[in-house]
């Protein structure tokens, strides 16, 4: 479902958000808020988390058990961000995930290709569509620590050519967390690989990047953008605001409710943003 929800989005010319979790209140935030805006949405668990999301089963069931509960009706992805290995992916695969990324672009390409290619393999055998990686996002973000590398654009078509996968994310300079300044993407090469490679591109790293240039992005081939810095800094701020506003406070719902509530109010912008409003792509799901 997710690989036609993706590649309509990409005909379309919007983008899917990928909106990463960090527990219970971030899973009903931006489910509530998708379904707010009535927006397909793809949930996103990074592997470095994995154990403290509560392993993969875990947070999978927990997912969707919450769209459940909640009676959500727009379409749900839950991916796999920056799997670390091809083991960890297959297990993400066993467990129910829809969707999986192999970050192999730490390693060489020609090994690279050959871990991306083996989680392929075992993916689709199992419906699960997988995105890869080449280049590499900077900053920090989950633990995860890189310096921004362009991705190579022959690198990317031989990625793309020799593993089938479904979605490609070339670095082109976003970075992950924070940016120290203005982003600075590499509009030339987006427009190379997009005019090199049929499947859609996924952007790391978008918050904090400009929207016109998320826009343009979107134009170059981008169909699903991954957020989580900024829907954390909103969360955290929030709380912050709330436990020095009402110093006696103690109560947890009480606590956490206003900072739900930034969840849902900054995920329904990324919405906006991403232009997947009122794009309900449920009927793709029959096809
Ligand atoms: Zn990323």
Known sequence: MEKHMIRYAKSQG????QMNINGLIWIEGVLQAAENMQSPIIIGTTDKNIAYLGGYKFILQTIKNKITAMGITVPVSIHLDH???VEGCKQAVDAGYDSVMFDGSKLPIEENIRQTKEVVEYA???GVIVEGEVGAVGGVEDGLVGQVKYADIDECVALVQQTHL???APALGSVHGKYK???NLGFAEMEAIGSKVDVPLVL???SGIPNADLQRAIQLGHAKINFNTEINISWSNQLRKTLNESTELFNPQEILKPSIQAIITIAEKIIQTCGSENKNTAFIKNR
């Open 166 to 168: 479904d979605t490609l």
């Open 204 to 206: 790391h790293g978008a």
């Open 83 to 85: 799997g670390l290995t």
């Open 14 to 17: 919007f983008a899917i958000p």
């Open 181 to 183: 300044g203005e982003p």
């Open 124 to 126: 689709h055998a199992h």
